[in-house]
């Protein structure tokens, strides 16, 4: 098998399409057909493949060479990536400069059918840890929520990862009746309520889709 194959292999487990890969790496999608057939690419090319598919890039060469010693991916399941970072519902997580995948967590795709609507697309989903208590009763410290990163605007009320000031939070996000969006904690002994971008800018990072004891959201 070779670096094409291999890279073709990881965004299929990932229900991603080769468009969809194209626009997360900022190609088109005949770029990556070529880089899946022909193997062409160079290592800088293929580390932001990485990225996009929640792997690392020694896990593209080390499958390209055929030593992994991996269980294959049922076609009816998805590897979802557990990444590194976590997210804080208190004073806020520093955000790491990469994203990097410490494990993957498998997932039945007639299960995201069944239970997690709407999302992008299951190739959007990630796994991070959830610190603090503003959350409580919904979400506990030490809680992993499955998050759909593909979603960068509030569309619905819920619950979102959110980054200020180079630092990750998980807060439910609400439309007021004059339109604005409101930031507040699910705690009740804790008061605070901002402003989505009323006096500083805040990034939408995803939107958290399930938390991992079985309790939708």
Known sequence: MNVGNAIRQ???????????????IGTDKGNV??????GQGTIEKVAEVAT????????????AEGRANRVPVPRDAI????????????????????????DTLRLKKHWIAENIKPITTPGNLRFIHALGDSMTPTLLSGDILLVDTGVREIAVDGIYVLEAHERLFIKRVRQRLDGAYEITSDNPTVKTVDILNGDHEVGILGRAVWVWNGRRL
């Open 33 to 38: 057909s070529r880089m899946e057939q022909k």
């Open 10 to 24: 990881l965004r299929e487990e990932r229900a991603m399409t080769q468009a969809e890969l194209a626009e997360k």
């Open 79 to 102: 590897d979802i990536p557990l990444l590194n970072a976590s997210a804080s519902m208190g004073v806020g997580e520093v955000r790491p400069s990469d994203d990097v995948v410490v």
């Open 52 to 63: 996009a598919l929640g792997v690392r890039v020694s896990d593209i060469f080390v499958q």
